[in-house]
């Protein structure tokens, strides 16, 4: 059974960080590519950041650049998030997603077969 659950969500003041972390089971994370998303009420579902199955790829939308961090570890079929320097902007539910069929990276949201259930990210001061 293909299942992505996301964990390490959570309230925090403007500067600090958290590790957002997706596990996977069903698949192996070594033969997809997985995209971060993030969604605030009322707004579309917004690609943040991928990383392609080989792990050589990854790309990050600009207003998280130099900020977020993605990387996946394929023996605990795991791939996190690090959320830098977060400000009030980021406040969004966070989703990881899993593709079979993307060539490279990309964070557009169709691409993708599996998603999971969200994590909460608030940063308010």
């Known amino acids: 059974q293909v299942q992505l659950v996301e964990s390490g969500g959570g309230s925090v003041q403007p500067g600090n960080s958290l590790r957002l972390s997706c596990a996977v089971s069903g698949f192996s994370v070594s033969g997809y590519t997985i995209g971060w998303f993030r969604q605030t009420p009322g707004k579309e579902r917004e690609g943040v950041s991928c990383v392609s199955s080989s792990g050589r790829t990854t790309s990050y939308v600009d207003s998280v650049k130099g900020r977020f961090t993605i990387s996946k570890d394929n023996a605990k079929n795991l791939v996190y998030l690090q959320l830098n320097n977060l400000k009030p902007e980021d406040t969004a539910v966070y989703y990881c997603?899993?593709?079979?069929?993307?060539?490279?990276?990309?964070?557009?949201?169709?691409?993708?077969?599996?998603w999971g259930q969200g994590t909460q990210v608030t940063v308010s001061s």
């Open positions: 997603a899993a593709g079979r069929r993307i060539i490279g990276c990309t964070v557009t949201r169709t691409m993708y077969d599996y």
